[in-house]
């Protein structure tokens, strides 16, 4: 059963960004496919079981290698096994990708602008899709807004600056990157993102209109964050995406 559902595949590097944050990079089989938003189900044995979680894949869709990246959930069965991990572990990978935050998902409107608002380890699908060179063709401005709670969580940042000299040079979209310290009284961008929709901080900070009838916006991460956040959405007019239409996508992380 194990063998017809996952392959095994090995962890070729690991690195720790926080305390409780990590990535780690692990080699992928030709079969495994995916589009840039979805995740992987990942499995490790613990006393003879499998355990089973889902993580979106953080590489692109055209990498050799697949790319996770994690927080240390205190007490979590599978992370706190996780974290131990080094380059030569073997993990299981369920052979088919899931999930729908994808940008061909969206119809109506057409692309023009794109806001991925992210929290946490929700940064993760972003990055991959960062990492096609399809979404730098389809969008004119794409803003990325990434919220943690305090500056040692800020993961990728250097990898989010190469990212954007080697699309944005090969496209004409603009690349706005926004990230949120929410714990940090001193930081440029330290509230909420409802707030900072509400009050029209984050389209000032990003020198952007959201808007019904040009913006697409994605949320992965915390599931509260999410929810806020989309209310604040439909209170500035946006709407949910449904069968292709409308503003808004999301992805609860856990
Ligand atoms: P987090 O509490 O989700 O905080 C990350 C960012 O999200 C912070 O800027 C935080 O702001 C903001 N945030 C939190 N709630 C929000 C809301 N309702 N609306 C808008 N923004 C909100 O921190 P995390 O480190 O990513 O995760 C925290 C806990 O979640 C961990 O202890 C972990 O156990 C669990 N978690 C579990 C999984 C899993 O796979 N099981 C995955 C990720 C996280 P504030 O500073 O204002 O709170």
């Given at each position: 059963m194990?063998?017809?559902?996952y392959?095994?595949e090995?962890v070729?590097s690991?690195?720790k960004?926080?305390?409780?944050l990590f990535?780690?990079?692990m080699?992928r089989?030709a079969h495994f496919?995916?589009?840039a938003g979805q ?6 044995q ?7 979680r ?9 990498d050799?290698?697949?790319e996770?990246?994690s ?7 599978f992370?706190s096994?996780l974290q ?10 369920e052979?088919i990708?899931y999930g729908?935050l994808?940008?061909?998902?969206y119809?109506q ?5 794109l ?7 929700g940064l993760?699908?972003f990055l ?14 794409i803003v990325?807004?990434y919220?943690?709670r305090t ?10 600056r190469e990212?954007?000299q080697?699309?944005?040079?090969e496209?004409?979209?603009?690349f ?13 961008l330290n509230q909420r993102l409802?707030k900072?929709i509400?009050?029209g901080?984050l389209?000032k900070?990003a ?5 019904i009838?040009?913006s697409h916006?994605m ?6 964050m999410?929810?806020d ?8 007019g946006l ?16």
């Amino acid at each position: 059963m194990t063998e017809e559902k996952y392959t095994l595949e090995t962890v070729l590097s690991v690195k720790k960004w926080a305390a409780n944050l990590f990535s780690f990079t692990m080699t992928r089989p030709a079969h495994f496919r995916f589009t840039a938003g979805q995740f992987a189900r990942i499995g490790l044995q613990s006393d003879g079981e499998l355990i089973v979680r889902a993580y979106s894949v953080v590489s692109s869709p055209f990498d050799e290698t697949l790319e996770f990246f994690s927080i240390v959930v205190p007490d979590g069965a599978f992370t706190s096994k996780l974290q131990n991990l080094k380059a030569g572990d073997q993990l299981y990978l369920e052979k088919i990708p899931y999930g729908f935050l994808t940008l061909a998902r969206y119809q109506q409107p057409t692309p023009h602008d794109l806001w991925l608002l992210a929290t946490g380890t929700g940064l993760a699908p972003f990055l991959s899709m960062l990492q096609d060179f399809d979404t730098w063709q389809k969008y004119r401005y794409i803003v990325l807004a990434y919220s943690v709670r305090t500056s040692d969580e800020l993961a990728y940042v250097e990898r989010i600056r190469e990212i954007q000299q080697i699309f944005a040079q090969e496209s004409d979209a603009e690349f706005i990157f926004l990230p949120i310290i929410t714990r940090d009284p001193f930081a440029s961008l330290n509230q909420r993102l409802p707030k900072l929709i509400e009050s029209g901080q984050l389209e000032k900070a990003a020198d952007l209109k959201l808007h019904i009838e040009t913006s697409h916006v994605m949320l992965c991460g915390n599931p509260q964050m999410v929810e806020d956040t989309k209310e604040a959405l439909k209170s500035i007019g946006l709407v949910m995406n449904r069968r292709g239409v409308g503003n808004i996508a999301v992805e609860n992380y856990w």
